[in-house]
């Protein structure tokens, strides 16, 4: 089997991939931004950042350079892998859609995308607020408990237990190893 490879067809590729790109140069400009930063603030960005230009990488190089042969079972592969993940997760969505019935029966709670996404934008206009006036820390709870609770799980315990351990995590991340000031305020009554 001879593999050929053509030279204008790079190009050609490479125009049909200018988004990942586009985004790879992003991700370089975002890292450059981030290596002026202070060690105990870049540490984490860099890590999230070189694991993007990583597998952008390897995305572009693979859907560019690779040969027709080896670019298809790369992507039959990709695809294998992206279709598991789907299905899961519609089985799961599928699983919350069966409960239709009974959250529809709580006040004020009706399962359609409107509601959702009002909700959704309401949170993040709340959280906003809320983060200028009492402070990142204290409405990491607030903002979390409810997210949780009103758009996703309705078990009490689980929506308790998992802002638990995101305000530590954030805590420990944020506040003690980056000292960024997750406590100031506009008001002082905290």
Not at 28 to 51: N, S
Not at 148 to 170: E, W
Request: aromatic letters at 14%; hydrophobic letters at 50%.
């Amino acid at each position: 089997m001879s593999i050929e490879h053509n030279t204008s067809g790079v190009f050609h590729r490479l125009k049909d991939n200018i988004d990942v790109l586009i985004v790879l140069l992003f991700f370089i400009y975002l890292g450059t931004i981030v290596v002026g930063y202070p060690q105990t603030a870049r540490v984490f960005p860099l890590i999230f950042i070189a694991i993007g230009v990583l597998a952008l990488t390897i995305e572009l190089v693979t859907n560019v350079f690779l040969p027709k042969p080896y670019r298809d079972s790369v992507q039959q592969y990709t695809q294998g892998l992206s279709g598991n993940v789907e299905s899961s997760f519609t089985e799961s969505y599928d699983d919350n859609n069966d409960n239709r019935n009974e959250l529809a029966d709580l006040p004020g709670i009706t399962l359609n995308n409107t509601y959702r996404i009002a909700l959704i934008s309401l949170l993040i206009i709340g959280y906003g607020i809320s983060t200028y006036l009492i402070g990142f820390l204290p409405t990491i709870p607030l903002f979390t408990f409810s997210a949780i609770y009103l758009i996703g799980s309705k078990s009490l315990t689980r929506a308790i237990l998992m802002t638990i351990i995101l305000m530590v995590f954030i805590y420990i991340l944020f506040g003690e190893l980056m000292n960024v000031p997750i406590f100031e305020a506009q008001l002082r009554w905290f």
